[in-house]
């Protein structure tokens, strides 16, 4: 089983390097996104506001997972777009935009944040404070020490998330300390080589489960499908196969497992908190990538972020 890099000392040409500091730096970072949405004056949106929150790829998916928590937190309505797809803003009011992007060089947020520049409130949550997102936006969420150099995101996406459920009033310690055991714990061979994932979640973590599909389809080249586990048994449950892995986040509707596992396939349902949940996954695509003579660092056809009518960094 190929291992991943020691984070502490990466040779400088080994694959994977960059994701594998990454990924075992997410418990102490998130520590200090947390401590930040605690101690500073948050431009967050007020309670009550109508607000959609835009992301491009898994900012996205994080912005799904922010939208459904802060709902369902009764802090306001909260609807998420992906970038491209947020035209519905020039039609349906909000009292404010989140963006959640980890370059700030987007072109489908930078297009839209142009857009609404002057016309509505806008939030920028980055990486790179300096980046173009920040000037077109109202106000910054900076967090440049979750910032990355693998193209494959893993650290952002999930600091960018506990700040915003901290703002949300989720106490995160216990996510911070199953984040540490499931870095610790090794993956299973069985998980190394299935053929296939597909990746479920309820609530907020249907946006966890859409980026953990993600991740494999990036780093892994892998076939993985992404759901709410409700909706599973109304026909993907079809392709659950011996050797195949149903991945739930959060907690199980019932009688779920039993109907998985009587296909064969194996039900996997992590007692860890859905965000360290996340990371177990982000290690095991690690593995799974380097088992496979991958470099998660560069996958193919993917550039760290997508500049139109540019070309590829």
Avoid: N
């Avoid at 990924?23 to 007020?46: D, F, K, M, N």
């Avoid at 947020?109 to 142009?114: F, G, K, P, R, Y």
């Amino acid at each position: 089983m190929a291992q991943p890099a020691d984070p502490s000392t990466p040779p400088a040409a080994l694959p994977g390097r960059h994701m594998s500091a990454e990924l075992y730096s997410q418990p102490e970072v998130w520590e200090r996104a947390i401590a930040q949405a605690g101690t500073e004056q948050s431009p967050i949106p007020a309670d009550g506001a109508r607000v959609a929150v835009v992301g491009c790829g898994t900012s996205w998916f994080m912005a799904q997972s922010y939208a459904a928590a802060r709902e369902t937190a009764g802090r306001g309505e909260t609807d998420a777009f992906a970038a491209s797809e947020a035209l519905v803003l020039e039609t349906r009011a909000y009292d404010a935009v989140v963006a959640i992007t980890r370059s700030g060089t987007t072109s489908e947020i930078l297009t839209l944040l142009t857009q609404l520049k002057g016309r509505v409130p806008t939030l920028v949550i980055l990486g790179d404070p300096t980046s173009p997102a920040a000037g077109l936006a109202d106000a910054v969420v900076a967090l440049p020490y979750a910032d990355e150099s693998s193209v494959v995101q893993t650290r952002f996406a999930t600091t960018a998330l506990a700040y915003l459920l901290a703002t949300l009033g989720h106490d995160l310690t216990g996510a911070v300390a199953d984040a540490r055991r499931a870095l610790e714990e090794p993956v299973a061979q069985d998980l190394l080589d299935a053929e296939q994932f597909s990746f479920l979640g309820t609530g907020w973590t249907v946006g966890l489960a859409h980026e953990a599909a993600l991740k494999m389809r990036e780093a892994v080249q892998g076939w993985t499908e992404s759901y709410p586990a409700m909706e599973y048994r109304h026909g993907p449950i079809a392709i659950a196969a011996p050797g195949r892995v149903t991945w739930l986040f959060g907690p199980s509707p019932d009688g779920l497992a039993t109907e998985v596992e009587a296909t064969g396939a194996f039900f996997a349902a992590p007692d860890l908190h859905p965000l360290a949940g996340l990371v177990r996954v982000h290690k095991l695509t690690l593995e799974r990538a380097l088992a496979r003579g991958l470099d998660p660092d560069v996958p193919r056809h993917l550039s760290r972020s997508v500049i139109l009518g540019a070309e590829s960094p």
